[in-house]
Nanobody, 121 residues
């Protein structure tokens, strides 16, 4: 059974930092590009960052470049997203996804259920 389980969400103050994690199971993790997405109620889900199977290549949304880092540990079947300088309009549910394609794909095979990140004072 495929599972993607996000964790690490919560309340963070504006300008603060947060790291979210996604633990995968039930598929060959090292064969899948992984990504983080976020969705605000009433808006479309958007890509935040993606990482290649080996971790050597990463892609970021323009708004996240320079203040976020996506990483993966294939030994632990886990990906991470470290975010800095968070702002209130980045309050969203953050999802991880897996794709047996390149990191540039817009088609994903598996999704997690998400973790809520709230940026507020």
């Amino acid at each position: 059974q495929v599972q993607l389980v996000e964790s690490g969400g919560g309340l963070v103050q504006p300008g603060g930092s947060l790291r979210v994690s996604c633990a995968a199971s039930g598929f060959t993790f090292s064969s899948y590009a992984m990504s983080w997405h976020r969705q605000v109620p009433g808006k479309e889900r958007e890509l935040v960052a993606a990482i290649s199977t080996s971790g050597a290549v990463a892609n970021y949304a323009v708004s996240m470049k320079g203040r976020s880092t996506i990483s993966r540990d294939n030994a632990k079947n886990t990906i991470y997203l470290q975010m800095e300088s968070l702002q209130p309009d980045e309050t969203a549910v953050y999802y991880c996804a897996a794709a047996r394609r390149t990191i540039w794909t817009t088609t994903y095979d598996y999704w997690g259920h998400g973790t809520q990140v709230t940026v507020s004072s």
